[in-house]
């Protein structure tokens, strides 16, 4: 988990003088960020890890092939969606949320650093980036576009494990998290910890079997419900078998995200100049 990389990509472990003689190019800048949530028993809470591994490994491909990428400090607290009820996690609403990333984005402007890539790792990010990026264009016709890993993820895991066994092993506690962890953060796993796969809890608030995070089912159409994870999760885990899960798994994923990564910060830095 250590940050220090040769070469240094992490902005935080540049001295002041590396910093403005690094960013006098306005290189591509990746912003990563995650959440602090429960991701089943065997899980650390920490997702926010993950996606800033991710965006580092991403930003020495990138750089190593030609294309000069830094990493920001991550993110580690997400928008708040659905995961109040765990003990020890940290959220903040939709509304800070958006207020920070503009924040965050704004210091980065005021100094040139213009080419800035969110590398997001949680679903209640999706609206509060969607928001930011959309004031860039509108107000200053400046693009910030975004990643979110783990949507790449559920659409790479059938061409990589086949698509009976991504349906098996997909969802919330198991892959692609749980996999990616495994390989990249094995010491962080609680393999003795891993669940049996469960199927969804069926009972709402409206008597209607849940068939996601806020949605449930009446006469086949989707209803959107209020509701909190535990009311349809087991400890986290949705209806991916965790079991399933494995590093060689993961070691692809990363592999293939960070391929994605680099080559589109290739591709964003042919589109927009420095």
């Given amino acids: 988990m250590a940050a220090l990389t040769s070469p240094k990509v992490h902005m935080g472990t540049l001295t002041g003088g590396e910093g403005r003689e690094a960013f006098s190019k306005n290189p591509i800048i990746l912003l990563p960020m ?26 020495l491909r990138a750089t190593a092939a030609g294309t000069p990428t ?8 997400g928008g708040a969606d659905w995961f109040g009820p765990m003990v020890g996690g940290i959220a903040i609403s ?19 650093l213009t080419r800035v890539i ?23 016709k400046i693009v910030m576009p975004s990643l979110y890993l783990w949507r790449i993820s559920y659409g790479l895991l059938p061409g990589l494990i086949g698509a009976e066994k991504a349906k098996a092993v997909s969802g919330h506690g198991a892959d692609p998290l749980t996999s990616i962890g ?3 953060f094995p010491e962080l796993l609680r393999t003795d910890m891993i669940p049996e796969a469960q ?12 068939t996601g995070l806020g949605a449930a089912s009446f006469q086949g159409a989707e209803i959107g419900l ?3 994870y535990d009311d349809t999760y087991h400890q986290g885990v949705a209806k991916g078998d965790p079991k399933l899960c494995s590093a060689e798994t993961g070691a692809v994923l990363v592999d293939k995200l960070t391929q994605i990564v680099a080559d589109f910060s290739a591709h964003f830095a042919s589109k927009v100049p420095a």
């Fill in 34 to 59: 995650g959440s602090h949530e429960d991701q089943g028993p065997h899980a650390p809470m920490g997702d926010y890890l993950l996606a800033e591994k991710v965006a580092e490994l991403a930003a």
């Fill in 70 to 77: 830094f990493v920001a400090p991550v993110l580690p607290f």
């Fill in 94 to 112: 939709q509304a800070t949320l958006i207020s920070v990333i503009t924040d965050m984005v704004a210091s980065l402007h005021r100094n040139g």
């Fill in 118 to 140: 969110v590398i997001n790792g949680h679903g209640g990010n999706v609206g509060p980036i969607a928001e930011v990026a959309r004031a860039l264009w509108t107000e200053k």
């Fill in 182 to 184: 495994l390989h990249l």
């Fill in 199 to 210: 199927p969804l809890k069926n009972d709402s608030v409206l008597g209607l079997p849940y």
């Fill in 226 to 228: 209020p509701m909190e």
